[in-house]
């Protein structure tokens, strides 16, 4: 009976992990991929993760910070089949110049209600499913860069060190909010001129 009870969960392990949504700017693939699954999109700062949908219009979400639930169907790559999609509760968007001694802009919203963040950023990026709080986008280790509220939204800029070692470094970051309960932002990534 026990071996059977882990057999059904070791089953149910990767639907539950694609069912865990994951919040990102969606952008068309720039052409084939080696996938060769029919996929059609990604998100940005996502690397990896190819999408396509056997039930979804996928174009008329393009350029917008979506947050998507989707079943693994990959075979040599990771590929979803994308099963619902919707404008994404907390957004995480930057501007500015990518260098050393330079200033980067963000603008972190938690729409309708407002709420608390954190602003992590890594050297590298991750995928780990944290239901019902989304997917974790960061490796580690990860620095807290910044937290606030932002009612809805809060704009606030931060300096990138004037040291030679940070140049060519590609840096990922992702918010934590907290409104009616915590929810991962999309990622936004850049290369540190």
């Not at 865990?20 to 996938?35: Q, R």
């Not at 917008?64 to 169907?73: C, K, R």
């Not at 030679?164 to 999309?186: C, D, I, K």
Request: aromatic share 8%; net charge negative; with cysteine.
């Amino acid at each position: 009976m026990i071996g059977r009870t882990l057999l059904a969960f070791a089953c149910l392990a990767p639907l539950a992990i694609a069912q865990t949504p994951v919040s990102g700017k969606l952008i068309p693939v720039g052409g084939p991929t080696i996938c060769q699954q029919g996929e059609t999109h990604l998100l940005e700062c996502v690397p990896g993760l190819y999408l396509k949908s056997s039930s979804i219009d996928l174009t008329r979400w393009e350029n917008q910070i979506v947050s998507i639930t989707g079943n693994e169907i990959g075979v040599t790559c990771r590929v979803w089949d994308v099963t619902s999609i919707q404008a994404a509760n907390v957004t995480l968007e930057w501007s500015g110049n990518p260098v050393l001694g330079g200033s980067i802009q963000f603008d972190l919203c938690l729409p309708n209600v407002g709420g608390s963040y954190q602003l992590f950023a890594a050297k590298d990026y991750g995928f780990s499913p944290q239901p019902p709080m989304g997917t974790y986008l960061l490796g580690s280790p990860t620095l807290l860069v910044a937290s606030g509220n932002a009612m809805p939204c809060d704009s606030f800029a931060r300096t990138i060190p004037n040291n030679p070692a940070f140049q060519g470094q590609r840096v990922y970051l992702q918010a934590l909010g907290t409104h009616m309960m915590a929810e991962y932002s999309n990622a936004v990534c850049f290369t540190i001129q």
